[in-house]
T-cell receptor
Framework: LAKTTQPISMDSYEGQEVNITCSHN???????ITWYQQFPSQGPRFIIQ???TKVTNEVASLFIPADRKSSTLSLPRVSLSDTAVYYC???????????FGTGTRLLVSP | DTEVTQTPKHLVMGMTNKKSLKCEQH?????MYWYKQKAKKPPELMFV???????INESVPSRFSPECPNSSLLNLHLHALQPEDSALYLC?????????????FGDGTRLSIL
């Protein structure tokens, strides 16, 4: 099975918009795409979840194209506290074969 | 603070020891998960419990033995571990086992095998 892949790292400055992509070619037909944030020595924290098109909440937006083979997490106006590792999570084969993406380490600088 | 509580936070054990990791949630969730996370790697799914029954075992070695005594508790019993088993062990829960329900994670137990 192909891995669920993400860029290894991204750098940004405070106040900028950051877009992180996840490639998930083997996503199960009826599965949602979920994004998490993880700080050192903590468990992942839920950010946003979607099935198709666009979802927005108070902290992020999630864009999913029609073929659902990728997704993009958008963080508007990042701050220093957004420095963390971001993971997507998908079901790659149905029946809860839950696979985290490879993770993107975001560094936000002043 | 998380709604999923894991104890202990840190554990050091020898290869011949027997120990247990504990996880507790009081959100009424009926799905609970164990993950293993090595440094700078994503969490890897180990076990899934649905309504207190083991539903997924991702080919985990038998030296790891999960147990779900009731809907709020999840244990991971450890015996004869190897140095490569040193990692952060994360517990998570969700309302039910379905991709539409986000998982809530504890902060993990950092395990070191001597």
């Amino acid at each position: 099975l192909a891995k669920t892949t993400q860029p290894i790292s991204m750098d940004s400055y405070e106040g900028q918009e950051v877009n992180i992509t996840c490639s998930h070619n083997n996503i199960a037909t009826n599965d949602y795409i979920t994004w998490y944030q993880q700080f050192p020595s903590q468990g992942p924290r839920f950010i946003i979840q979607g099935y198709k098109t666009k979802v927005t909440n108070e902290v992020a937006s999630l864009f999913i194209p029609a073929d659902r083979k990728s997704s993009t997490l958008s963080l508007p106006r990042v701050s220093l506290s957004d420095t963390a590792v971001y993971y997507c999570l998908v079901d790659e084969g149905g029946f809860q074969k839950l696979v985290f993406g490879t993770g993107t380490r975001l560094l936000v600088s002043p | 603070d998380t709604e999923v509580t894991q104890t202990p936070k840190h554990l050091v054990m020898g290869m011949t020891n027997k120990k247990s990791l504990k996880c507790e949630q009081h959100m009424g969730h009926r799905a609970m998960y164990w993950y293993k996370q090595k440094a700078k790697k994503p969490p890897e799914l180990m076990f899934v419990y649905s309504y207190e029954k083991l539903s997924i075992n991702e080919s985990v070695p038998s030296r790891f033995s999960p147990e779900c005594p009731n809907s709020s508790l999840l244990n991971l019993h450890l015996h004869a571990l190897q140095p490569e088993d040193s990692a952060l062990y994360l517990c998570a829960s969700s309302q039910v086992v379905t991709g539409s329900q986000p998982q809530h994670f504890g902060d993990g137990t950092r395990l070191s095998i001597l």
